[in-house]
């Protein structure tokens, strides 16, 4: 037999903590997952008897895993008896990977479902009791092929060797978290899925709820037709009585612009809903932006910020660009409402140059200076802003992006390497000028955040 086990050893990945990047999680306890098999190539043995050729046993690809072994001991059905949870890819087709499901009866390890997965990897595996008065543990397991990601969840039913591996749920999705939106203490899944190249489908967030051996779409919101791709999500369970969960994502549309959206369950009306104006202020709000600042923890506070765009006034851009003025970015952290969530500032205004390289100020200041950049060149001047008068005004900082062959003629010139981009061969510099130390400025103000 083929890679025969010598040994196989059983491991507990460690628990991600998903503070900021993903929901609470109901977990395995210890005593459930008791040992490994006294000999993984019994089990091996029996997957190839039931398949008809050799195997390669498969691990979990992804780092988050909650379970990172090709072959799981646990007590699924609750009968005292472990089942063996093992992935593998056969020799004749390597580019799948199964999942089977074994009981030992009478002696020996018997095969009881096999599932011919979705793509080439398995990426997570963990295990939830998903189902009210049900003591059954589910298999939470997702695969991906390309840029393709599907959700599976089985379960085992019928005893002895009239049991089987069926399919609960297969969902396409694109971002996921386990969510209480009625904290009864059992789990409901969030997911984001659609296809995200064929505009005349509508992408969707929705809650899906496993009720035995069925599943239940319990809220679902439409979003935007304008996402091309995530670039980051984050799910959080929310202690407050009018909001249970919220989503944060941040996307690419079909211009190359970031933005952000929140989608969040609201606990009066029983549904998932988009967060379009800010609830305190009743208004619409922006998150619109050029540069790839995604939404995060900004000042530590364990709470979710995300990036509001708010025009510079008096601000522009020449040499060809597509807008006419400039944003800063007013970061605000997402606090429940009554009647939905209201953002918070939390911490300073920042003006963004790269991802990395960024001006930051208080209000004080913002309110007194505009900017101009040159899109062609990539500078940026903070100049000195006064509404009676739009021609004269003083250039307090200047920000360039130079060629790294360039930098020393700009230091020796007088300005300051804020960072340096070695991946494409640039790197950021500033000069503030002596108006602009007047005016309070300082290398302070001048913030790169090393990657």
Same mark, same amino acid.
């Given at each position: ?37 006294? @000999? ?30 090709? /072959? ?24 799948? =990977? ?17 599932? @011919? ?36 969840? *089985? ?12 399919? !609960?749920?297969?969902? &396409? ?19 984001? &899925? ?12 929705? =809650? ?6 069925? $599943? ?45 959206? =929140? ?6 009306? @029983? ?32 709470? $979710? ?40 500032? @939390? ?18 200041? $913002? ?27 003083? !250039?307090?900082? &200047? ?7 360039? /930098? ?10 804020? &960072? ?17 130390? /007047? *005016? ?12």
């Amino acid at each position: 037999m083929k890679n025969t086990l010598k040994f196989l050893s059983l491991f507990i990945a460690v628990l991600t903590v998903f503070s900021l990047t993903g929901c609470s999680f109901s977990v395995v306890s210890a005593d459930k997952l008791i040992r490994p098999p006294k @000999s993984g190539a019994e089990i091996e043995n029996a997957i190839e008897k039931a398949t008809g050729e050799s195997i390669l046993l498969k691990s979990p690809v992804n780092s988050v895993s909650e379970y990172n072994s090709p /072959l799981t001991l646990i007590d699924l059905d609750a009968d005292g008896t472990e089942e063996a949870v093992a992935f593998y890819t056969t020799t004749s087709n390597n580019s799948s =990977v199964h999942l089977n499901v074994l009981k030992h009866i009478n002696d020996e390890w018997v095969s009881i479902g096999d599932f @011919s997965g979705y793509g080439n990897n398995i990426e997570t595996l963990s295990f939830r009791n998903l189902s009210k008065g049900m003591t059954q543990y589910d298999i939470v397991a997702t695969w991906s092929y390309i840029d393709n990601k599907v959700l599976t969840i *089985h379960k085992v039913s019928g005893t002895g060797r009239r049991s089987k591996l069926r399919l !609960v749920c297969n969902e &396409s999705y694109s971002a996921m978290g386990y969510v209480d939106i009625d904290k009864d203490g059992s789990y409901e899944l969030f997911l984001i &899925s659609g296809d995200f190249a064929d505009k005349a489908r509508v992408p969707v967030a929705k =809650v899906i709820r496993i009720e035995k051996y069925n $599943i239940l779409n319990i809220g679902m919101t439409s979003l935007s037709r304008d996402i091309v791709a995530f670039e980051n999500t984050v799910c959080q369970d929310i202690n407050d009585e009018n909001i249970s969960m919220m989503s944060v994502y941040d996307y690419i549309n079909n211009d190359g612009m970031y933005s952000t959206d =929140v989608v969040y369950w609201d606990c009066k009306r @029983s549904c998932l809903d988009v967060m379009r104006v800010d609830s305190k202020t009743n208004s619409a709000f922006s998150t619109l932006r050029k540069v790839s600042v995604l939404s995060a923890d900004v000042n530590g506070d364990s709470l $979710i910020d995300i990036p509001v765009q708010e025009q510079i006034v008096g601000s522009s851009m020449n040499e060809n660009a597509v807008d006419s003025a400039l944003t800063y970015t007013k970061w605000c952290k997402l606090v429940p409402e009554n009647d939905g969530i209201g953002l918070e500032q @939390s911490g300073k205004y920042r003006i963004y140059f790269t991802d990395r390289d960024y001006f930051e100020a208080e209000d004080e200041l $913002i309110q007194r200076i505009t900017a101009v950049t040159n899109a062609k060149n990539d500078s940026w001047d903070i100049m000195t802003y006064n509404p009676e008068n739009l021609i004269d005004n003083t !250039v307090l900082l &200047s920000v360039k992006k130079v060629a790294q062959d360039n /930098l020393d003629n700009y230091i020796s010139s007088g300005y300051k390497q804020l &960072s340096s981009m070695t991946n494409d061969g640039f790197a950021v510099v500033y000069q503030i000028s002596e108006a602009g130390k /007047l *005016h309070g400025i300082s290398d302070g103000n001048l913030i790169n955040i090393s990657l």
